[in-house]
């Protein structure tokens, strides 16, 4: 796999404040988390809604137009560690303009969590003579 720290000092990115995608060995992305919100529903789908200049938005769509939906990659927000991930799509490219900053454009990024944490298998006892009948 290629070293990330490779690829951050050749792109000028700071891995702490980077969101990182990885398809395969060596396909790597990273994109700036400094105008970006991440929603995850109930169903484990996420969005990671970037506000990027057109520039990298271009790449960030580039980037995913070669992916299947359902392919499975990893994220990594700021070295937190790698989370599996399933492609779910991309919103269309929509253009933010404003007279205080350069123009930027919205785009969204759907995944669907790839591992689901089993629910709680904790019950409360059921007989009056376990060792467990005194917990409250």
Same mark, same amino acid.
């Given at each position: 796999?290629?070293?990330?720290?490779?690829?951050?000092?050749?792109?000028?990115?700071?891995?702490?404040?980077?969101?990182?995608?990885?398809?395969?060995?060596?396909?790597?992305?990273?994109?700036?988390?400094?105008?970006?919100?991440? #929603?995850?529903? @109930?169903?484990? =789908?996420?969005?990671?809604?970037?506000?990027?200049? !057109? /520039?990298?938005?271009?790449? &960030?769509?580039?980037?995913?137009?070669?992916?299947?939906?359902?392919?499975?990659?990893?994220?990594?927000?700021?070295?937190?560690?790698?989370?599996?991930?399933?492609? #779910?799509?991309? @919103?269309?490219? =929509?253009?933010?303009?404003?007279?205080?900053?350069? !123009? /930027?454009?919205?785009?969204? &990024?759907?995944?669907?969590?790839?591992?689901?944490?089993?629910?709680?298998?904790?019950?409360?006892?059921?007989?009056?003579?376990?060792?467990?009948?005194?917990?409250?």
């Amino acid at each position: 796999m290629t070293d990330l720290n490779d690829i951050a000092r050749e792109n000028d990115v700071n891995l702490e404040n980077c969101v990182v995608f990885v398809r395969g060995n060596d396909d790597i992305l990273a994109v700036d988390i400094s105008n970006a919100g991440i #929603r995850q529903r @109930s169903d484990d =789908t996420m969005g990671f809604t970037f506000s990027i200049a !057109p /520039k990298k938005a271009l790449e &960030l769509e580039k980037y995913f137009s070669k992916f299947a939906t359902g392919e499975k990659f990893y994220f990594d927000i700021s070295q937190t560690g790698y989370r599996p991930v399933y492609y #779910r799509g991309l @919103s269309p490219m =929509t253009k933010e303009v404003s007279s205080e900053y350069h !123009p /930027k454009f919205n785009i969204t &990024l759907f995944a669907q969590k790839a591992i689901v944490e089993p629910e709680d298998s904790y019950f409360a006892p059921t007989c009056a003579c376990c060792e467990f009948c005194h917990i409250d």
